[in-house]
């Protein structure tokens, strides 16, 4: 079993969609991140979290330590937001990764 | 200019060879890292780096070894290449040490795809 599970594994969202992906851990962490992983294969880090909240422009992400669990939410998605977001979590000298959300965002 | 980098950008080679990867950052960051993304897209970490000290080595085999020069460069050797070797390398760095509850965003190089034939 994976220490990190995400949800859905794949998502289809007509643009404009509120979006959510989820993202569940099984071991202590210090941080979890947020990834966004392009078409062309490039990743670029959305977020760092270890606790409550962060906004960037369109993304929220947010996390409840009790329950082990982070939400990466999308507000007025956009085709350009069809990408694979991936959830990271650090655990000391741990590194553990979901298998990703595939995303894509039909205009 | 790039903040990670990585070359070569493709790399294809024949089973037995061996070769290198080479990773730079120029962000000033104490700490890199390498993960390796399998045909399925699971990213999974390989070593981490803190001023080129070594500090995650997941069970990877041992023809894989790291080097670090300075802590702008985290460099991977592969040793007697292997068909399940195939995958795309990326290089990330970070200000802090991995898990640690300092900010340490990752940057991540454009990725390196290894193909073994």
């Known amino acids: 079993k994976n220490e990190v599970e995400q949800s859905p594994q794949n998502l289809t969202a007509q643009e404009g969609e509120f979006i959510t992906i989820n993202c569940s851990y099984s071991?202590?962490?210090?941080?979890l991140h947020w990834l966004q992983q392009h078409p062309g294969g490039g990743i670029v880090s959305l977020f760092m979290?270890?606790?409550g909240k962060k906004k960037h422009g369109r993304l929220i992400a947010t996390i409840n330590i009790q329950e082990k669990h982070s939400s990466l939410h999308i507000t007025a998605s956009h085709p350009r937001d069809s990408a694979v977001y991936i959830c990271?979590?650090?655990?000391?000298?741990?590194?553990?990764f979901g298998t990703g959300t595939s995303l894509t965002v039909i205009p | 200019d790039t903040a990670v980098s990585q070359t070569p950008k493709y790399l294809v080679t024949q089973m037995g060879n061996d070769k290198s990867i080479k990773c730079e950052q120029n962000?000033?960051?104490?700490?890199m890292y390498w993960y390796k993304q399998d045909s399925k897209k699971f990213l999974k970490i390989m070593f981490s780096?803190?001023?080129?000290?070594?500090?995650i080595n997941e069970t990877v085999p041992n023809r894989f070894s790291p080097k670090s020069p300075d802590k702008a460069h985290l460099n991977l050797h592969i040793n007697s290449l292997e068909l399940g070797d195939s995958a795309v390398y990326f290089c990330?760095?970070?200000?802090?040490?991995?898990?640690?509850?300092?900010?340490?965003?990752?940057?991540f190089g454009p990725g390196t795809r290894l193909t073994v034939l």
């Open positions: 962000l000033g960051h104490d700490t």
């Open positions: 780096y803190n001023n080129k000290e070594l500090i």
């Open positions: 990330a760095s970070s200000q802090d040490r991995a898990g640690t509850r300092s900010t340490n965003e990752q940057f």
């Open positions: 071991v202590g962490i210090s941080a």
């Open positions: 979290l270890s606790s």
């Open positions: 990271a979590v650090g655990t000391g000298n741990q590194f553990y």
